[in-house]
Every structure is written in C-alpha cells, then in structure tokens.
C-alpha cells in the first residue's frame, strides 16, 4: 500500500455459515472501523462492511458481496486499509505508527543513530524498532517522553536521549 494508507484491520476468516467474517480491528477505538468503509486491500481492492456483532477478540462482520462460509474463508489474512484522509487527526503529541517508520533518529548531540524501521507494542508501551548500519542488531527504544523528547515530522527526524549504553 501507500504511504498515504494505514492499517486499521485483518479479516480472520469467516464467522457462521451466512457469509460473515471475523474481524480484527486495529484502531484505537476498535467499532470505528465500521466508519472507514470502503476499506482497501494491499492489492487495492475496494471492501465495504458494516458490523453485525462483538464478538471475542473482535467483531462479526458482513462484507459487501460475500454470502457464503467459503467466500468468508477466502478472505482470511486480508489486511484492511483506510485512507490518510479517512482517520482522524491527532493531538500534538500522538502519532500514527506509519508516520514514526523511516524516520531519522539523532541523539541530543545531533549524531545519527540510525533510521526507525518498525514500532512494537508487547503490552508495556511503545517500542521503535532503530536499525543502523553501524550496529549489529536493531535497538528497542522506548518511545517515551524520557527517551523520545522530540518528534519532528516535518523535518522527518525524532531526536533521542535514549538510556545510558543502548546504541553501544
């Protein structure tokens, strides 16, 4: 997809035997993604749901067109999509994933410390994923106001105090 997508859900395969279809949502308000629709496809693909029902670990969904348990199936692993234009703004201080990746990294001094490649999240907060040529392995740098002081979007680059040793 583009840069000017983002990921806000995946279809787990179906739900019943009516055509409807698991589906995870990745927004921060999880039914919100009922108002991004049409969603795309990696492929580009326009889908249209609506949802039907909560369900564990997410919401029973109906997808325009699909009718059948072995439609529903085929649609299991589909990333869902909305347009930039589609989500809504955030506060100064929150950012989207997709907007942190590719950033530049620089220390307090100035000195690059490499590029974000990825953020994870294992339940404990943000960590960004900082590759460098100049390291053997990625660093996990917590994304906090400690370690992360500023983000500069428009100048595409977030300036770092990270702890004492990380990028050694």
């Known amino acids: 997809m583009s840069d000017q997508t983002t990921c806000v859900g995946a279809i787990a ?14 927004t921060a308000e999880p039914e919100d993604i009922a108002n991004y629709s049409p969603l795309s496809t990696e492929d580009g693909e326009e889908i249209t749901l609506t949802i039907a029902q ?10 325009e067109g699909v009718a059948t348990k072995e439609q529903a199936d085929a ?9 930039r234009d589609q989500l809504p703004s955030l506060p100064d201080d929150e950012f989207y994933h ?14 690059e410390l490499g590029k974000v490649k990825s953020v994870h999240n294992h339940g404990a907060g943000d960590l960004l994923e900082v590759h460098s040529p100049n390291l053997k392995t ?3 740098l917590p994304f906090s106001k ?3 002081p500023t983000v500069d979007l428009a100048a595409g ?4 105090d990270p702890p004492e040793g990380l990028f050694e």
Do not use: P
């Open 13 to 26: 395969g179906a739900f019943g035997v009516r055509g409807e279809v698991r589906l995870k949502s990745f």
């Open 54 to 63: 909560k369900i564990n670990n997410g919401f029973a969904a109906r997808v």
């Open 75 to 83: 649609l299991r692993g589909i990333k869902l999509f909305a347009r």
């Open 98 to 111: 997709a907007d942190l990746i590719g950033l530049t990294v620089l220390d307090t001094g100035g000195t």
């Open 138 to 140: 990625s660093v996990l």
């Open 146 to 148: 400690a370690a992360v």
């Open 157 to 160: 680059r977030i300036i770092a």
